[in-house]
T-cell receptor, first 114, second 111 residues
Framework: DGGITQSPKYLFRKEGQNVTLSCEQN?????MYWYRQDPGQGLRLIYY???????QKGDIAEGYSVSREKKESFPLTVTSAQKTPTAFYLC?????????????FGSGTQLSVL | QKEVEQNSGPLSVPEGAIASLNCTYS??????FFWYRQYSGKSPELIMS????GDKEDGRFTAQLNKASQYVSLLIRDSQPSDSATYLC???????????FGTGTQLKVEL
């Protein structure tokens, strides 16, 4: 099945600890994105990558880092500088086309701080 | 000013009624518009996309776009309890494929 796989589903981190969220896709899409959703809020863009070995900051990039060494993979590291206690992290990739452009989401990672 | 605005709700409608969800956006250069449905604890799933002024229908769902008024809406006919979810409006401002999302409207369909 084609899709986006995020892992782990749930993650707990201690203050001062860095953690990495995994995102893998087999849809052969160039563009990949990381969004954060705070409780009861909409989605805000953290980082995005339009092509391998290139990525751009989104609206809330502080405290995060990414890499894009392979087309299929776009991992997100939440560093100790990121103070948000609990949030839902969503990885997505974008399918382009004149009538079929669409942002596909993975199943998400719920990150909590102990 | 928020780029994409939605009423947070909750919007309560009786089963079988029409639910009307609204969204306004600020970037006049926006070309494509999307409605996503999100159940609690789950990721958003695309319901409708719309690119031209007017109405677009898909089953019980109708998306309406008015670029002059910078307004997008979603109508859900014959609302069912399974439609109870948060509905997110998203806009692709001026291309570039960076969707901007509203905060979502919570819909409750009551028996």
């Amino acid at each position: 099945d084609g899709g986006i796989t995020q892992s782990p589903k749930y993650l707990f981190r201690k203050e001062g600890q860095n953690v990495t969220l995994s995102c893998e896709q087999n849809l052969n899409h160039d563009a990949m994105y990381w969004y954060r959703q705070d409780p009861g809020q909409g989605l805000r863009l953290i980082y995005y990558s339009q092509i391998v070995n290139d990525f751009q900051k989104g609206d809330i990039a502080e405290g995060y880092s990414v890499s894009r060494e392979k087309k299929e993979s776009f991992p997100l590291t939440v560093t100790s500088a990121q103070k948000t206690p609990t949030a839902f992290y969503l990885c997505a990739c974008f399918s382009t086309g004149t009538v079929n452009e669409k942002l596909f989401f993975g199943s998400g990672t719920q990150l909590s701080v102990l | 000013q928020k780029e994409v605005e939605q009423n947070s709700g909750p919007l309560s409608v009786p089963e079988g009624a029409i639910a009307s969800l609204n969204c306004t956006y600020s970037d006049r250069g926006s070309q494509s518009f999307f409605w996503y449905r999100q159940y609690s604890g789950k990721s958003p799933e695309l319901i409708m996309s719309i690119y031209s002024n007017g109405d677009k229908e898909d089953g019980r769902f109708t998306a309406q776009l008015n670029k002059a008024s910078q307004y997008v809406s979603l109508l859900i006919r014959d609302s069912q309890p399974s439609d109870s979810a948060t509905y997110l409006c998203a806009v692709n401002p001026g291309g570039g494929n960076k969707l901007t999302f509203g905060t979502g409207t919570q819909l409750k369909v009551e028996l």
